[in-house]
């Protein structure tokens, strides 16, 4: 007798991608072997601003194994008007195009490729291509750019403006008690481990096959075709494994371009990695000013809100994001006034980076939160209780479902809450200052239309493909266990194919969406594999489940029987010989209106979370670990607990990163980012990563989306720098309101009484 | 310029032997060629990744004569005669290392790009015999990077296989 361990919708099971991953024989984009492969390496420019003037690449041709330099002065026919290079997710504005034309748009802009038959010889080659140019003036100072803040007309269509209620500017004004401070979040790079890259497979019939490193092969098939004027039908795009993205590959990047340019153009295969150095020049995170004024009257209740942030873009494109209604959302307020610009700079367009827009503002609402419960004496975690809306306060709409009241009450349990002293200052612990700090997360539980396909073989084999993406959230995972859960096979008699364009319709990878869809999509397909069989098995002789409908059978241990009477049942492999069916192929899409859906309009969908934060810091050093977080949870179902976990987990890695480490700085007169290495752009280390808790808070939705899953991508980055920013308050009281909170900006005075 | 010499001219590939994962392998390598560029575009053994190219990661770490070390700072004509074991030279055939089932246990990874260094890594750490205690795991296992965060988990598969072969000291100091 074997026990059939359950692996479907709820199960932690191991991710069913991680032989590959541990093996080494998981191949990113750059690991696809092609015979006769070209090596392009990318110049990059010099100046932020301007015009090249002169490009001179006679030395580099002259190198021994040197194919080609491409630049502007020779590249081939490219589409001319912007919307042939606007891919699904570009803001509005004039996409950029390497090596369109001489002008200079930011800082390491791509100008020149030069393709060698090594990497080897291309590199060195590269660094002998010169270029002259002619220098414009150029502002990257964010803090200048202030004057040039505005909103555009044409609005990104993502974008969510603000609505306000009540008349926030009295209220502030008559409130008793009070707080108003301006944040500064620096500008933050993905940084992937794996650096953007293209493989490029020259077919010889002129269609393309391209491992790239993308969130969306689908986005980047229709981007290329576009470009280049070419048939969709003739590009492959494949991305089987991506090394991490976090928003870096929503959008195609350079090298793509330039690799496809470079294989058509020598009707060869080509690849194309960027260096370290050059993830600095393509997206990135927004550095944003926010300022928040919050009014409370004397026992705590909040009266006035008043928000408003700018975030950075470049000149050429309009990157937007949800800054400002999360805290309107959040809290009980009758008067709430939001506001939001940006401003422009001279370097690449910012992008989507993890949770876009609440990472931000969410984060430094939840600092202000803070300082407004020290204002009115209030403990943190108290005052939040206290201004809980179990309504969309923004739009005045309810939540399919918020659990975050229990998330507070699980996270303060699990973590010691009850034992904090509210005083700053007060937890001292040796040479080292002690703090305690909470905020709240929240992000929104999104659903895309996407489709999936399922084949059922003769002998029990399912394969599931969508052309989603896993850049390490576990879509292969959940795919595996949505058609398990369905089709009640082992996860070894399941296959999932994804990443690839060529495969049924699926969005990017982004957002949060990508469980709760394609486990919706996967599973309409697969239930409708289940009707044809079950239909199949009511048709064979005595058959015990003639006559039995869908819901009066059970698809489990590779069989269908009937729920009341488990002894009375087939197995799979016996009904597709039985009906002589060699294979049952079917392609299903999930749309957002189908199973309880229609509500969209009419209710909220978010996620919501507790954060929990301790520090510890080195009164004379500034040295400030976390040494412990927990992170409660409200997202709906969840799918895997193990892997949903580790999302968390990394979510709650990078909030501690933007709130310690993560700065790119750039150095204003060459408008550069210079620290543009893992070196001094910190990331951090084992080292820098102590205990981290969490905890998923039961939270039943069968509203938010088909499955009741409301995604994970994000919410663990959303209100933990805030949670470590309170932190460090409480152990020193001092308030930094300039993220990442670095050494020198605590010494500055800590150690002065 | 004139004074620049052809590279391919002044100088020409080196005969080396390695050991690559057991197998010896003889060949003609560029004096510029680094191990880890050889590893992957000439071996099509890409298990081994490149993060940075600069030593600042630790993706690329393998094995060198039972060492860990940053493949992507080795010079390959450097390694003539060394004993080389990279991600895929792990296993016995379908028996895996017990680092890899433990990282697989332990989800100690998402995107997976991280992996093979810090297993390699996790390998040379406990070769080296050093690291008796979490937080000791948690410093020497520093000079690889994983940016999906997955570090609380790979300490817990890396402590999982410490405590396995008797390598532990107890928590209390
Ligand atoms: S690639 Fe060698 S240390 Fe980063
Ligand atoms: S698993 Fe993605 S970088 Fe470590």
Same mark, same amino acid.
Request: charged share 25%.
């Given at each position: 007798m074997n026990v059939l361990q359950?692996? =479907? #919708? =709820?199960s932690a099971i191991n991710r069913v991608d991680g032989l590959q991953k541990v093996t080494g024989r @998981?191949?990113?984009? *750059?690991?696809h072997p092609v015979p006769g492969l070209l090596h392009g390496v990318i110049v990059s420019g010099a100046i932020p601003k301007g015009r090249i003037v002169t490009l001179e690449d006679s030395e580099a041709r002259a190198v021994?194994? &040197?194919?080609e330099v491409l630049s502007h002065k020779n590249r081939p026919h490219v589409a001319w008007f912007d919307r042939s290079h606007k891919d699904m997710v570009a803001p509005p504005g004039s996409p950029f195009k390497a090596l369109?034309? +001489?002008? !200079?748009?930011?800082? =390491?802009?791509?100008i020149a490729l030069v393709i060698a038959e090594s990497f080897e010889v291309a590199r060195y080659a590269a660094s002998l291509v010169r270029a002259s140019y002619e220098v414009e003036p150029h502002n990257t100072d964010f803090h200048k750019a202030q004057a040039e803040r505005f909103m555009p007309?044409?609005?990104?269509?993502?974008y969510h403006p603000p609505k306000n209620r009540g008349d926030a500017d009295a209220a502030f004004a008559a409130a008793p008690v009070k707080v108003s401070a301006e944040y500064h979040l620096a500008t933050e790079h993905h940084?992937?481990?794996?650096?953007h890259a293209s493989t490029v497979v020259w077919?010889?019939?002129?269609s393309l096959t391209v491992f790239d490193k993308t969130q969306g092969p689908q986005n980047v098939r229709d981007y290329l075709a576009g470009v280049f004027g %070419?048939?969709?039908?003739?590009i492959r795009v494949m991305?089987?494994?991506?090394?991490? @993205?976090f928003g870096s590959g929503l959008r195609p990047q350079y090298q793509v371009y330039l690799a496809v340019m470079a294989a058509r153009m020598l009707q060869r295969s080509v690849r194309v990695v960027m260096t370290r150095q050059q993830m600095f020049t393509h997206g990135h995170r927004p550095e944003a000013l926010q300022s928040v004024q919050l009014g409370a009257e004397? +026992?705590?209740?909040?009266?006035a809100i008043r928000n408003s942030a700018t975030t950075s873009t470049s000149r050429y494109e309009n990157n937007m994001e949800d800054v400002v209604i999360w805290g309107m959302m959040n809290y009980a307020c009758e008067n709430a006034a939001g506001e939001y610009a940006i401003a422009p700079v001279d370097t690449a367009t910012s992008t989507d980076m993890r949770a876009p827009g609440a990472a931000t503002g969410m984060t430094f609402f939840e600092m202000a939160v803070d300082e407004l419960a020290y204002a009115a004496g209030i403990d943190p975690l108290e005052f939040r209780l206290k201004n809980?809306?179990?309504?969309d306060q923004m739009n005045g709409t309810p939540f399919t479902s918020k659990a975050l009241r229990e998330a507070y009450a699980e996270g303060a349990e699990a973590f010691g809450w009850?034992?904090?002293?509210?005083?700053?200052?007060? %937890?001292?612990?040796g040479r080292e200052l002690v703090g305690w700090g909470v905020a709240t997360g929240m992000w929104d539980a999104m659903f895309s239309k996407t489709s999936a396909s399922a084949r059922l073989s003769a002998n029990g084999h399912l394969e599931v493909a969508s052309a989603a993406s896993d850049i390490g959230t576990g879509t292969y995972t959940v795919m595996t266990q949505a058609a398990a859960d369905t089709l009640?096979?082992? &996860?070894?008699q399941i296959a999932v194919r994804l990443g690839?364009?060529?495969?049924p319709k699926a969005p990017v990878?982004?957002?949060?969406?990508m469980a709760a869809s394609v486990g919706a999509a996967v599973q309409l397909a697969c239930r409708s594999v289940a009707e044809k069989l079950l239909s199949a098995a009511a048709k064979?002789?005595?058959?015990?489940?003639?006559?039995?409908?869908m819901e009066a059978v059970r698809f489990s241990g590779g069989r269908i029987a009937?729920?009341? +009477?488990? @002894?009375r049942g087939v197995a799979i492999t016996e009904v597709m010989r039985a009906s002589g069916t060699d294979v049952i192929a079917v392609e299903e899409t999930a749309s957002a209106? !189908?199973?309880?859906? #229609?509500s969209q309009m009419r209710k909220s969908r978010n996620t919501h979370s507790a954060i929990f934060v301790e520090v510890r810091v +080195?009164?004379?050093? =500034?040295v400030v670990r976390v040494t412990r977080v927990v992170n409660a949870v409200?997202?709906?179902?969840? #799918?895997n607990p193990k892997t949903a976990r580790s999302q968390i987990l990394g979510g709650v890695v990078m909030g501690i990163s933007m709130a310690l480490h993560e700065e790119s700085m750039t150095d204003h007169r060459y408008?550069?980012?210079?620290?543009?290495n893992y070196a001094e752009y910190h990331v951090p280390v084992n080292a820098d990563i102590h205990d981290i808790q969490v905890i998923f808070v039961d939270e039943p939705d069968p509203e938010v989306t088909p499955l009741g899953v409301k995604g994970?991508?994000? !919410?663990? #980055?959303?209100g933990t720098a805030a949670a470590v920013a309170n932190a460090i308050f409480h152990a020193t009281?001092?308030? &930094?309101? *300039?993220?990442?909170?670095?050494i020198d900006k605590l010494v500055d005075d800590t150690v002065a009484p | 310029m004139s004074d620049v010499a052809p590279i391919s001219i002044a100088f020409a590939a080196m005969p080396i032997t390695l050991t690559i994962n057991g197998h010896e392998r003889r060949l003609s390598v560029e004096p510029w060629v680094t191990l880890l560029d050889l590893l992957r575009?000439?071996?099509?053994?890409?298990?081994?990744?490149?993060?940075?190219?600069?030593?600042?990661?630790?993706?690329c770490t393998v094995l060198v004569d039972g060492r860990r070390m940053?493949?992507?700072?080795?010079?390959?004509?450097?390694?003539?005669g060394a004993s080389i074991t990279t991600i895929e030279g792990l296993a016995e055939g379908d028996r895996l290392d017990p680092l890899q089932q433990a990282f697989m246990d332990h989800d100690a990874?998402?995107?997976?790009?991280c992996t093979p260094g810090q297993i390699c890594s996790a390998k040379g750490l406990l070769n080296e015999g050093?690291?008796?205690?979490r937080d000791e795991v948690r410093e020497m296992m520093s000079g690889n990077l994983c940016r999906c965060g997955a570090y609380t988990n790979i300490v817990d598969a890396v402590m999982q296989v410490l405590e396995s072969r008797g390598q532990i000291k107890e928590a209390a100091e």
């Open positions: 359950n692996v =479907g #919708i =709820g @998981a191949r990113y984009a *750059a690991e021994p194994g &040197v194919v369109y034309d +001489d002008k !200079i748009l930011f800082s =390491g802009q791509p007309s044409k609005k990104r269509d993502t940084n992937p481990m794996e650096m077919e010889g019939d002129g %070419m048939s969709a039908s003739t991305n089987p494994f991506v090394g991490g @993205a004397r +026992d705590g209740t909040m009266t809980y809306s179990e309504t009850s034992r904090r002293s509210q005083a700053p200052r007060s %937890m001292k612990e009640g096979l082992p &996860v070894e690839d364009s060529s495969l990878e982004g957002g949060s969406w064979m002789q005595n058959s015990p489940l003639a006559g039995a409908s009937l729920r009341d +009477d488990p @002894a209106g !189908i199973s309880g859906m #229609i +080195d009164e004379e050093l =500034g409200a997202a709906g179902r969840i #799918i408008g550069r980012f210079m620290n543009h994970l991508g994000e !919410i663990g #980055i959303v009281g001092k308030r &930094v309101r *300039a993220l990442p909170i670095t | 575009e000439r071996e099509d053994l890409t298990g081994s990744k490149k993060g940075c190219d600069h030593g600042q990661c630790g993706a940053n493949s992507c700072l080795k010079l390959a004509v450097s390694l003539d990874f998402q995107c997976g790009y050093r690291a008796r205690t």
